[in-house]
Every structure is written in structure tokens, then in C-alpha cells.
């Protein structure tokens, strides 16, 4: 297969890897998270996206955190990794979290968290073909000789206000903006910001004892990286162990791609379980971008 994108990365600016259940790992959405659970908390994600497209997307988070209620102090580790295209362009990162949590009155609370780490960027350039090649009439291998990996050092930061029915908060990541050039040039990874909260409301509860109790949330994430802007936003219904919820991914009415290509990426489906303190859910996008029949839409389950 011919790729000749790989020749762009002199200038192009990646993206960070998104999560239709971004409320499942409250770590990668925002650092302020870390400690919030006060509790021990192990979390995951595994996506597939687009497997219609040969190699499309892979990405994997794995996250854990503690509490130290006697110092209002959370910590935590988390792992990503994220692979794409033909050339298996692979992103891993490795990052240690903490977050200070301010009880501001009886039913508010304030966090702010910094995240610290290193991620390392790889490409597989066997699986490639390069100009080059074809202008020597098939060469085995390329004239090029680029780096096969970089590791660079990545610091975020967020804030977090929340109470028992909402919450809200900001997260600032990639803000020492590490350079990830695969060919010695500069080609730094731009930082992303997201704004993102939720509302909760008990729907017919009993008691607090109630197995069956029913709640309504709703839930909301805008996120900026360079000239790209998105936004998730959704509801779910849980009564008892079982919770289902729909999103839309997309602002189709305030930003447009290009010319004729309006924002509109997906609508997810959700479906969730729970028990004690065991919860897992998966999730469905159906594509209804100009890709849509062409994509088999994206896999999740956390």
C-alpha cells in the first residue's frame, strides 16, 4: 500500500485519541480527577475505531488511583497507548496524577490536579512505502532515514468543582507542547483544552437503601486542540444495576471542517452494568459524517 503521509510529519499536528466514555476514566479527562473516587480505583478503556478502514484506530488506557483522606491527597498512575494507520504510528505514555481536594462549604468541593510523564511515539517504516522508492523503480528500501522513535517528557494540568448532583471542570493538556517529530524537525504536539461537567437527578427514590433507586444524568464535553473543536454531549438512565445512555458527538451549527463538510462525527449508543463496586459498560458510534458506510463505526468498552 502506498503512504506518503508519513513524509508530513516535518509540519503535522496530531490529535489526541477520544473516548466515547470519557466519564469511565475520569483520569485521562482531567487530572483533578485523581483521588475522587476516596476509595482505591482500578479503570480501563479499549476502543476500536473505524475497523472498516484497514488499519484504523487502536487505544487502550489503564489507570489507577488512591485516596489519602488524612491529607486531602490523591495519587495516581495511568498508562495509554494508541495505534494508527498503516504505518502502525504508535503513541504510549506513561504518567503519574495528583490532585488536592478543598471542601469549600458542606455540599462543595474544589480539586486541582497535575499530571507529569513521558510519552514515547513510534513508527513501524517497513510497512511503508516511500517516493523515493517508486521514483527508483521499487527499491527494497528508502533513501529516507528518519527516527523510528522519540520520547519527550508531557505535564498537564486541571480544576475541578463539584457536589453530589454536579460538576464541573477544566483540564489543560500537552502544555509544555513536547516536540514529536519522527524527522528531527519541530513539530510539537499543540495543546488541548476541554471544559466538561454533568447534572444528576434522583428520579422516584425511596431511600438511600433503594436497590432499585433511578437517576438521570446528563453530561457534557467540549475539548480545542489547534483549529479542531468537538463536543460530546449525551444522557444516561440507571435504575439498579443496569444504565443506558445516547450521545452526539459533533457542533454541526457553530464550526464546519471545510466548506461543505459540517461537524457532525457520531451518535453513541450506551449500555452499562453494575454490582457493588464492579462496573463495566460498552458503547457503540455510528458514524454520520461524509465517512458514514464506510467506517463500521467505533467499539468501546470499559
Not at 172 to 190: I, Q, T, V, W
Not at 258 to 272: E, H, R, S, W
Request: hydrophobic share 35%; charged share 15%; glycine share 10%.
Amino acid at each position: 500500500m502506498l503512504t506518503l503521509s508519513l513524509l508530513t510529519l516535518k509540519t503535522a499536528k496530531a490529535q489526541d485519541p477520544e473516548f466515547t466514555q470519557f466519564y469511565a476514566n475520569p483520569l485521562y479527562l482531567n487530572p483533578a480527577f485523581t483521588g475522587s473516587n476516596v476509595c482505591s480505583r482500578v479503570s480501563s478503556n479499549l476502543r476500536t475505531q473505524w475497523p472498516a478502514i484497514g488499519h484504523g484506530y487502536s487505544s487502550q488506557i489503564l489507570a489507577l488511583d488512591h485516596y489519602f483522606s488524612n491529607i486531602n491527597f490523591g495519587g495516581g498512575l495511568m498508562f495509554t497507548n494508541d495505534v494508527a494507520g498503516t504505518g502502525r504510528l504508535k503513541t504510549t505514555t506513561l504518567s503519574a496524577l495528583f490532585a488536592y481536594n478543598a471542601q469549600i462549604n458542606r455540599n462543595l468541593a474544589f480539586r486541582v490536579g497535575i499530571q507529569g510523564g513521558f510519552w514515547q511515539r513510534s513508527v513501524n517504516f517497513n510497512s511503508l512505502i516511500f517516493g523515493d522508492q517508486l521514483a527508483r523503480g521499487g527499491a527494497p528500501t528508502s533513501l529516507e532515514s528518519p527516527t523510528q522513535a522519540i520520547i519527550s517528557p508531557d505535564f498537564s494540568s486541571g480544576f475541578l468543582m463539584y457536589s453530589k448532583e454536579y460538576w464541573g471542570g477544566l483540564s489543560f493538556h500537552h502544555m509544555n507542547k513536547p516536540n514529536e517529530s519522527l524527522m528531527g524537525n519541530d513539530a510539537s504536539r499543540p495543546l488541548k483544552f476541554s471544559f466538561h461537567g454533568g447534572k444528576t437527578w434522583d428520579v422516584g427514590k425511596e431511600s438511600d437503601y433503594d436497590l432499585n433507586q433511578r437517576k438521570i444524568s446528563v453530561t457534557f464535553n467540549y475539548r480545542s486542540q489547534l483549529k479542531y473543536d468537538q463536543l460530546d454531549l449525551g444522557c444516561y438512565y440507571s435504575k439498579g444495576f443496569l444504565n443506558v445512555g445516547l450521545w452526539y458527538r459533533g457542533i454541526p451549527m457553530f464550526k464546519h471542517h471545510a466548506k461543505g463538510y459540517p461537524n457532525n462525527d457520531a451518535v453513541c449508543l450506551i449500555i452499562g452494568v453494575a454490582k457493588d463496586r464492579l462496573r463495566m459498560g460498552y458503547s457503540y458510534d455510528q458514524t454520520i459524517s461524509w465517512l458514514r458506510g464506510n467506517t463500521n463505526g467505533a467499539h468501546e468498552l470499559s
